[in-house]
């Protein structure tokens, strides 16, 4: 077997992990699963992570880090506030409909977290690091564009996150893509509509 540096095969392991997961369930896939899904020994995977706790964790970073990613780099600034929020959203559907199956996981991890006893905090720890991302989306888009909120920042990244984890389970559920058009149009115009304006009704510079 190739000798790999730790922190690589960690990512090997998790990203067999979220295939196997994936495709068998939560509850189904095995720490001996996700070995034979890597092709590698057991005794590796245990060499990497100490539990199936460990993993778990692992794999929601690793989903979460990815879409937010995709995210980043669709957040340019463009010619308005309006397009470039629009191009975050846009880019964040078009990553559920490629990877339908990994935004699907997401839920049944939180619902894996909630159930297993001593994963309880995993659930949370999830969705603190949905606010977390978003937090970070819209300082990104502060500094880039100037423009000040007429909600505090904690308030609008908790709420995105809700709103964008609904949508995705409903279309999840429902399919529908062709109505995703007006949807992320209505709610792009709901957060530019968050933004202060000033007596002109130009957007208005933060402070300082």
């Given amino acids: 077997m190739t000798r790999m540096p730790s922190a690589e095969r960690r990512r090997q392991l998790t990203a067999a992990a979220i295939r196997a997961m994936a495709r068998d369930g939560v509850a189904r896939t095995t720490t001996r699963s996700i070995a034979a ?3 590698v020994s057991l005794s590796v995977f245990h060499y990497c992570f100490d539990s199936k706790q460990a993993l778990v964790e692992s794999v929601i970073t690793t989903i979460t880090d ?8 669709a957040l340019r600034p463009r010619a308005t506030l309006e397009e470039t929020v629009r191009a975050g959203f846009q880019a964040y559907w078009e990553h559920v409909r490629a990877h339908p199956d990994a935004h699907m ?3 049944e991890l939180t ?5 297993q006893p001593g994963f309880e905090h995993l659930a949370r720890r999830q969705y603190e690091m949905y606010g977390d991302a978003y937090t970070e989306l819209i300082e990104q888009l502060g500094d880039s564009m100037d423009f000040r909120l007429s909600v505090p920042v904690p308030v609008l990244a908790r709420y995105l996150a809700a709103m964008t984890d609904g949508l995705t389970l ?12 007006a949807v992320l149009d209505t709610v792009t115009a709901h957060i ?7 007596v002109t009704g130009r957007e208005e510079s933060r402070p300082g």
């Fill in 37 to 39: 899904e890597a092709g």
């Fill in 66 to 73: 990815d879409y937010v990613t995709v995210v980043k780099e």
């Fill in 105 to 107: 996981l997401t839920y």
């Fill in 111 to 115: 619902q894996y977290a909630l159930r």
């Fill in 170 to 181: 409903n279309y999840l559920v429902l399919g529908d893509a062709a109505v995703w058009t």
């Fill in 192 to 198: 530019a509509g968050l933004v202060v304006t000033d």
